[in-house]
T-cell receptor
């Protein structure tokens, strides 16, 4: 099984719908992140979490919300999807205190029509 | 905020050739990582290298933090090395370990 699992892998949704992307990890890392990648660009940070009680906004949090249900689970919601939220979404974990860099999930390809 | 610039933006190599990818950053960092995104979109962590030199097989990386750059070396390139290489940094005064990504170097290795 993958260390960081994202579901779904692909999703097509309509404008205005609420959608949730889920991420779970088996690495035991405290820190989890949601990033967005647009074609031809690098990744931009949406939200990050240090632990279950700590949620922080990234550079592009408008239109998104998150929930850290447990140390191992971090979900991203689009409350009312719009077409410019069409992108590839990545969840990641890290434990740099122990020298481990980021581990990314396989990504969720979201299309809003 | 910190700026991350990668060069070259695109690179085409013949299989077996060597290459050097560069990452410049605008401020002090406590965290620098190199990633490979394969043609299927998967992101693989290559190196966590805020300073110094590391090697992993045909890949090696060097970060000179005082001069604000990092280099990724690919030797004896293979077609499976194709994809996009991202450099990402974390600001020195930021304890969150969140990363700021460069725009990437797109590498194509031809057989």
């Amino acid at each position: 099984d993958a260390d960081v699992t994202q579901t779904p892998r692909n999703r097509i949704t309509k404008t205005g719908k609420r959608i949730m992307l889920e991420c779970s990890q088996t690495k035991g890392h405290d820190r989890m992140y949601w990033y967005r990648q647009d074609p031809g660009l690098g990744l931009r940070l949406i939200y990050y979490s240090f632990d279950v009680k700590d949620i922080n906004k990234g550079e592009i949090s408008d239109g998104y919300s998150v929930s850290r249900q447990a140390q191992a689970k971090f979900s991203l919601s689009l409350e009312s999807a719009i077409p410019n939220q069409t992108a590839l979404y990545f969840c990641a974990t890290s434990d740099l205190a122990r020298g481990y860099g980021y581990t990314f999930g396989s990504g969720t390809r979201l299309t809003v029509v | 905020g910190i700026q991350v610039e990668q060069s070259p933006p695109d690179l085409i190599l013949q299989e077996g050739a060597n290459s050097t990818l560069r990452c410049n950053f605008s401020d002090s960092v406590n965290n620098l990582q190199w990633f490979h995104q394969n043609p299927w979109g998967q992101l693989i962590n290559l190196f966590y290298i805020p300073s110094g030199t590391k090697q992993n097989g045909r890949l090696s990386a060097t970060t000179v933090a005082t001069e604000r750059y990092s280099l990724l070396y690919i030797s004896s390139s293979q077609t499976t090395d194709s994809g996009v290489y991202f450099c990402a940094v974390g600001e020195a005064m930021d304890s969150s370990y969140k990363l700021i990504f460069g725009s990437g170097t797109r590498l194509l290795v031809r057989p």
